[in-house]
């Protein structure tokens, strides 16, 4: 495995995986100096002819959300990263394109770990990556907990150019399935209404087998009528199982998109197709691959 040293820096790049899809990502897994490790993953967009980067918040993850390799690691959660750190791997991805392409279009901070739970960190490094014209716009994406969003509601606070908050479940109980720690939602989303009146926010929903029955079109549809016209886009993403999830992706797709679409009056809903299933490319699956961090054998009973 060939290791890439940034003098200077304290991260290196250890591996490197060109997409075997043609969607010509490439995937990163970074060391900083203590030997913690995160991902990035360099992104084609299409519509902007140039790459972006989705990056990494933490060395791991605390919030255990079953629909994510890092939970089912043996290190699921090691550190924060520092804004230098974050902002080291940045200016390496970007100096792979820049010749090509000028800045990188944006930064989504949609990587391992979560931003709201290194947000000062985050903030710093993503100040710097604008100031040092690394990217043109920075977007956060976050299972979006209250205390975090109230803190975003506070004079003067710094916020990212767009969000994308993850809501995954109609009510509190069908949501802490995938996010244990989630709040309810119809106690957050009238918090998240308020930041998409300053910033552009996408309502993110993974599809699962467990939350698109029938009952849960009506529940969702329900919960969000009254925010019509509010966020930018409902974001329908279909699941890419990962090893140890207790998650199944969803038989009703189809089904579930076309309801949410007939029955969401003054929304945008837009379905997200997994490439990850292909490209290893869900949170954390990278780095558990290639670093060899699968979960953990059963301890034997006594």
């Not at 990962?242 to 969803?250: A, E, Y």
């Not at 997200?272 to 699968?294: N, P, V």
Request: charged share 20%; aromatic share 6%; net charge neutral.
């Amino acid at each position: 495995m060939e290791v890439m040293h940034a003098p200077g820096n304290s991260v290196s790049i250890i591996s490197t995986v060109p997409s075997k899809a043609p969607d010509r990502s490439v995937k990163y897994v970074f060391r900083t100096s203590d030997r913690a490790t995160f991902e990035a993953v360099q992104l084609w967009e299409g519509e902007h002819q140039a790459y972006s980067v989705c990056m990494s918040a933490q060395a791991g993850c605390r919030y255990g959300c079953t629909h994510c390799a890092t939970t089912f690691a043996r290190t699921p959660f090691v550190r924060n990263l520092q804004a230098e750190e974050i902002t080291s791997a940045v200016g390496q991805l970007e100096e792979h394109v820049r010749a090509q392409q000028g800045p990188l279009v944006w930064v989504d901070f949609a990587g391992v770990g979560d931003a709201a739970a290194n947000w000062t960190h985050v903030t710093t490094a993503a100040k710097a990556i604008l100031g040092r014209e690394l990217a043109r716009h920075v977007k956060v994406t976050s299972i979006a907990p209250q205390a975090w969003v109230r803190n975003l509601l506070k004079p003067k606070s710094w916020l990212p150019d767009r969000l994308m908050f993850s809501l995954h479940g109609a009510n509190a109980a069908q949501r802490r399935v995938v996010i244990p720690r989630a709040d309810d939602p119809s106690t957050v989303l009238p918090l998240w209404a308020t930041v998409a009146e300053m910033r552009p926010v996408v309502v993110n929903y993974v599809l699962c087998e467990h939350n698109t029955r029938p009952e849960d079109e009506t529940a969702l549809t329900r919960l969000l009528a009254p925010y019509a016209g509010c966020f930018s886009i409902l974001r329908l993403s279909s699941f890419n199982p990962v090893l140890g999830s207790p998650l199944r992706p969803s038989t009703r797709e189809a089904e579930f998109i076309a309801a949410l679409t007939r029955d969401l009056d003054g929304w945008t809903v837009s379905h997200h197709l997994s490439a990850g299933r292909e490209t290893a490319a869900a949170c954390g699956q990278l780095r558990a691959e290639i670093l060899d961090l699968a979960p953990p054998a059963k301890r034997p009973e006594l």
